[in-house]
């Protein structure tokens, strides 16, 4: 007792003087130049800056992972050894730092039956109200579907049964012979194939198309059956069934196969809600219970916005507390900007962006003071009619007297900062330096300050010539996927065009899971999920770089290429090529140590020995890929590397790995290692996500040059630079969920920008939405 009041007043001694500001001193992270850090507590502090510059260090790898470290360390071992633990960062002192809250741009948990509802407990409130208030005297777990008693006995509780598009899995046009089943277990010289042969049953030369009805049935629909074959001598037995239904059957059991298959499985999957209970994923019992004459079914698939106003005449005196917790979290979803997505929603559908408004929703909720939060780019996703109540949120989680970090690209977001720290001046090596801080006014008036510039108009992202006129177009007829109604619309060929709209409207459903499907043959799609998690992968290994240079310094030195390899001969023997070594600490975090053998070099000493123009494979995998390009000679090699530098990775070294990428450095480097084709149907889902405004400029031009040089690209963008530069926009909308899914305008920017009825044109215009 006596020990826990004197901790209590040593908390009201530090509470009395508490510091005005977070101090980081002699910050060495990663790229950062031994700088001093002073950011204003209880104030929204925006970092900004050029890519690579240093902004994500500060904000995650100091701020957060020294304030989660050090809360950490002050409870209890047993209880801390549950929780994942973080390294001390590289610096010198840290001050007035209080225990932080990362919101960060990270798809929440994959499970399907991870919902909306489950992730904020307004399902579990839901529940509760249909126990007490619904027509059926039913316990809650008689409404979960997560338990034997509530769960829809056709789909389990998912709410939804797979289907097979045999659109995207069979070329009608192509023979067996010819590759006319797109899955790689059907590949020719496969066991599966090699089964089909032996059954004698379907021609491999005759183009599918021209199949009879039983031959097709069998070749996608036939039933399991037992075979035997005894052409090599001794009888084998084996079994065919139709390649959708074995598909089927592997969508509901994934076990034992790897993530980056099950995916490439997903690509010929077409989720349809079961049938038997609407996609509620309840049985029939827990259907049958009403409050107000609707079943819980109908309160969960309703967007959030609709069930807000539903469950407000809910009224009793038992359900008036549930209501109103409910009432007050689905608020803070429609403030967040995702009050069209429903309870029933699965988790694994949410975009990175969405997943992160979702955990602030739930913070919004806490009562907690003093708290610094660090955010990932909040706006991420969102059309700028949402921008505004996203910025509200942020003010009132900083007038909660919390400080609230975030690191932002959006103009409106830096400009209703209260401070602004600028990282560079340019990214990489080049960066790690405070280039200028103050209010978003000062900022302005800084010529050392690139944000400034752009923020007051100085410097601007204009793309210069006339609108292009489309070659040809694609279509896309009676789209009916999610909340698309009814849909058809031309995409045109040989421009640039931009799908638009409000959050939650319908972009992603029309252009990524419809359009890019139904021309998967045509279109080459760069989306931003991560190109790998190995910490062997690297920059050059992944662009084809690596082996170019490989060859290269074996050729100079006369000896195998393998020797440059880091998980082959070269490879340091006591890290096997990671250049450190993981210490188990036990109850803390494991610790990475830096190899001693090779001090973190990855190879052996052999392999150092050898050199090209003076540097080693460890120095010039060290190198920017701009530094890079000005050292090697070989055209090929060149080439590479300039792609490198037109999409805005120049600061990245050539040996930074794969795992360290953020979402946008992993779809830029995508759109490299696939930018030297010609003649192709490039489909981004928000290039500039992630951006500076200089670096959208510099992507900018490089879209419109993939047009220039006979390509055609279709973005998905927020971005209002990128949209005025477009030859064409396609904008959904009005609004998201329910009440989305159209057509709302379609045209050139001039024409957008003077249709009042879409919220994209009037944002081009700068009117108030």
């Given amino acids: 007792m006596l020990f826990l009041l004197s901790n209590v007043y040593k908390s009201n001694e530090i509470s009395s003087c508490v510091k005005n500001s977070i101090k980081v001193t002699g910050a060495r992270e990663h790229n950062l130049k031994n700088i001093d850090i002073d950011i204003p507590r209880n104030k929204l502090t925006c970092l900004v800056g050029v890519s690579g510059s240093g902004k994500s260090t500060i904000a995650f790898d100091i701020i957060f992972s020294e304030g989660q470290r050090q809360f950490l360390e002050s409870i209890s071992t047993y209880a801390s050894r549950l929780l994942q633990r973080t390294e001390r960062p590289d610096i010198d002192k840290i001050e007035g730092l209080s225990p932080t809250i990362m919101i960060e741009q990270k798809q929440l948990r994959e499970s399907q039956r991870s919902t909306v509802g489950t992730a904020t407990e307004l399902y579990t409130h839901l529940r509760l109200l249909f126990s007490r208030m619904g027509t059926e005297k039913l316990s809650a777990s008689h409404f979960s579907f997560n338990s034997p008693l509530g769960a829809c006995k056709k789909c389990k509780g998912i709410g939804t049964e797979i289907a097979i598009d045999t659109e995207a899995l069979v070329d009608f046009d192509k023979s067996l012979n010819d590759g006319a089943i797109k899955h790689s277990l059907y590949k020719q010289g496969g066991r599966y194939i090699n089964i089909l042969k032996t059954t004698g049953r379907v021609s491999f030369d005759k183009p599918l198309k021209d199949f009879k009805k039983e031959d097709l049935d069998f070749l996608l629909y036939a039933p399991q059956v037992k075979l035997k074959n005894a052409a090599q001598g001794f009888v084998q037995s084996y079994s065919w069934e139709g390649i959708v239904n074995q598909l089927i059957k592997r969508s509901k059991d994934l076990r034992g196969i790897s993530a980056t298959k099950s995916k490439r499985d997903a690509w010929f999957w077409m989720a349809k809600q079961c049938p038997a209970c609407d996609g509620s994923r309840l049985n029939e019992h827990a259907l049958a219970s009403k409050v107000n004459g609707k079943n819980i079914g109908h309160y969960s698939n309703l967007p959030v916005i609709r069930l807000m106003d539903e469950i407000k005449n809910i009224k009793s005196q038992v359900a008036d507390p549930i209501v109103s917790r409910m009432?007050?979290?689905?608020?803070?979803?429609?403030?967040?900007?995702?009050?069209?997505?429903?309870?029933?929603?699965?988790?694994?559908?949410?975009?990175?962006?969405?997943?992160?408004?979702?955990?602030?929703?739930?913070?919004?909720?806490?009562?907690?003071?003093?708290?610094?939060?660090?955010?990932?780019?909040?706006?991420?996703?969102?059309?700028?009619?949402?921008?505004?109540?996203?910025?509200?949120?942020?003010?009132?989680?900083?007038?909660?007297?919390?400080?609230?970090?975030?690191?932002?690209?959006?103009?409106?977001?830096?400009?209703?900062?209260?401070?602004?720290?600028?990282?560079?001046?340019?990214?990489?090596?080049?960066?790690?330096?405070?280039?200028?801080?103050?209010?978003?006014?000062?900022?302005?008036?800084?010529?050392?300050?690139?944000?400034?510039?752009?923020?007051?108009?100085?410097?601007?992202?204009?793309?210069?010539?006339?609108?292009?006129?489309?070659?040809?177009?694609?279509?896309?007829?009676?789209?009916?996927?999610?909340?698309?109604?009814?849909?058809?619309?031309?995409?045109?060929?040989?421009?640039?065009?931009?799908?638009?709209?409000?959050?939650?409207?319908?972009?992603?459903?029309?252009?990524?899971?419809?359009?890019?499907?139904?021309?998967?043959?045509?279109?080459?799609?760069?989306?931003?999920?991560?190109?790998?998690?190995?910490?062997?992968?690297?920059?050059?290994?992944?662009?084809?770089?690596?082996?170019?240079?490989?060859?290269?310094?074996?050729?100079?030195?006369?000896?195998?290429?393998?020797?440059?390899?880091?998980?082959?001969?070269?490879?340091c023997p006591d890290c096997n090529g990671l250049g450190y070594n993981k210490v188990d600490m036990h109850f803390m975090a494991p610790v990475k140590v830096v190899c001693e053998t090779c001090d973190g070099k990855k190879y052996t000493k052999e392999a150092l020995e050898y050199k090209y123009s003076g540097k080693n494979i460890d120095e010039i995998l060290d190198m920017t890929t701009e530094e890079a390009l000005k050292f090697f000679t070989q055209p090929e090699l060149q080439k590479r590397l300039q792609i490198l530098v037109d999409v805005g990775l120049d600061y990245l070294s050539l040996g930074q790995t794969l795992d360290t990428l953020s979402s946008g450095e992993n779809q830029r480097l995508k759109l490299a290692s696939k930018l030297h084709r010609k003649g192709e149907f490039y489909v981004l889902d928000e290039p500039t996500s992630g951006l500076h405004f200089a670096d959208v400029g510099r992507i900018l031009r490089l879209l419109h040059k993939l047009v220039d040089n006979g390509n055609s690209v279709l973005v998905i963008e927020h971005n209002l630079d990128v949209i005025r530069s477009a030859d064409w926009i396609i904008d959904l909308g009005p609004r998201g969920g329910d009440k989305g899914g159209e057509i709302v305008a379609e045209g050139t920017p001039e024409e957008i920008a003077n249709n009042r009825k879409s919220y994209t044109g009037l944002a081009l215009v700068g009117k108030r939405l």
């Fill in 327 to 571: 009432s007050q979290l689905l608020g803070f979803m429609v403030d967040v900007g995702i009050g069209y997505v429903s309870l029933n929603r699965s988790i694994s559908t949410l975009s990175a962006g969405e997943s992160q408004r979702l955990k602030l929703a739930r913070e919004l909720g806490s009562d907690l003071i003093e708290i610094t939060y660090v955010l990932d780019e909040p706006t991420a996703g969102l059309h700028p009619r949402d921008t505004g109540n996203l910025i509200k949120v942020l003010k009132k989680l900083r007038d909660a007297q919390n400080t609230v970090i975030v690191v932002e690209h959006d103009p409106n977001v830096i400009l209703n900062s209260n401070y602004i720290i600028e990282l560079g001046p340019k990214a990489g090596k080049h960066g790690g330096h405070i280039v200028a801080t103050g209010t978003p006014e000062e900022l302005m008036n800084n010529d050392a300050s690139l944000t400034g510039k752009y923020l007051s108009g100085k410097m601007k992202n204009d793309i210069d010539g006339p609108r292009r006129k489309p070659t040809g177009y694609l279509e896309i007829r009676n789209a009916n996927l999610h909340n698309l109604k009814n849909v058809f619309v031309k995409i045109p060929e040989g421009v640039f065009t931009t799908v638009t709209g409000v959050s939650g409207s319908g972009k992603s459903t029309l252009v990524n899971d419809i359009f890019v499907r139904t021309y998967s043959d045509k279109v080459v799609f760069v989306d931003q999920s991560q190109v790998g998690s190995s910490p062997r992968g690297n920059i050059a290994t992944y662009t084809g770089a690596f082996g170019i240079i490989r060859k290269i310094i074996a050729d100079e030195n006369k000896v195998k290429e393998s020797l440059f390899s880091s998980n082959s001969t070269g490879a």
